[in-house]
């Protein structure tokens, strides 16, 4: 079987081009798209010359989460905003988190690194859980009410010592800063393969650039 990887030009690469030494395609490895039978966890480097496909990664669907004000709620009232940031992670942070076939990556804090095997299953987890903590709080007074703002992700990542790292999760966590309180903040890939399958509406928010991102030696 001869199956492709699409880069972003109009040539197709096939598993000959990486494989054979002495016929490397002119492309750089951050053009590559994941497809066919090449796995996400595949890189392309190149040295004099020559592909060397190696383990490096793998591709992933990253959500970041944090609580809005987080330091101001604790501040006149710990004890009762731990209690319910605990309650809300009883239901229906996790179980909504464990229905889609997520997993929590790291906590610290505020903060949870979510990683899912799917797009949509990310973005469906995301919506479920805001609505379902506005409906847990609607009788909370505002100033007191535990407040969720999230960034979603499709990026490379790898894995050391048991932490998520990588552009992928960096992407992720600059979008939960952008994002309002109780609001998702989603990349353009996120947005393309979910703007037809989710029942939500989306507002474009325009191009933005994140310093120090995709930068490698």
């Given at each position: 079987m001869d199956t492709a990887c699409q880069g972003w030009g109009k040539k197709r690469y096939h598993k000959r081009d990486f494989l054979n030494p002495g016929h490397t395609p002119a492309i750089e490895k951050r053009w590559l798209q994941p497809n066919g039978w090449l796995p996400a966890s595949w890189a392309i480097t190149w040295k004099n010359g020559v592909s060397d496909l190696r383990v490096s990664g793998r591709l992933a669907v990253i959500v970041s989460a944090d609580v809005a004000?987080?330091?101001?709620?604790v501040a006149a009232d710990e004890e009762a905003t731990l209690t319910r940031l605990r309650a809300h992670r009883t239901e229906p942070i996790d179980p909504k988190i464990s229905e889609r076939g997520g997993h929590i990556a790291s906590t610290a804090?505020?903060?949870?690194?979510?990683?899912?095997p799917s797009v949509l299953a990310a973005v469906l987890c995301a919506v479920e859980k805001q609505r379902g903590i506005d409906e847990r709080d609607v009788e909370v007074p505002a100033e007191q009410r535990i407040t969720f703002r999230l960034g979603i992700n499709l990026g490379d990542v790898t894995e050391q010592d048991g932490d998520l790292l990588g552009d992928g999760v960096n992407v992720a966590t600059r979008l939960q800063e952008l994002a309002n309180p109780g609001r998702i903040c989603i990349s353009d890939h996120v947005y393309i393969d979910v703007r037809a399958k989710v029942d939500a509406g989306f507002e474009n928010l325009g191009a933005t650039k994140f310093p120090g991102i995709g930068k490698h030696p």
């Open positions: 004000g987080y330091s101001r709620l804090g505020d903060r949870l690194l979510i990683e899912f």
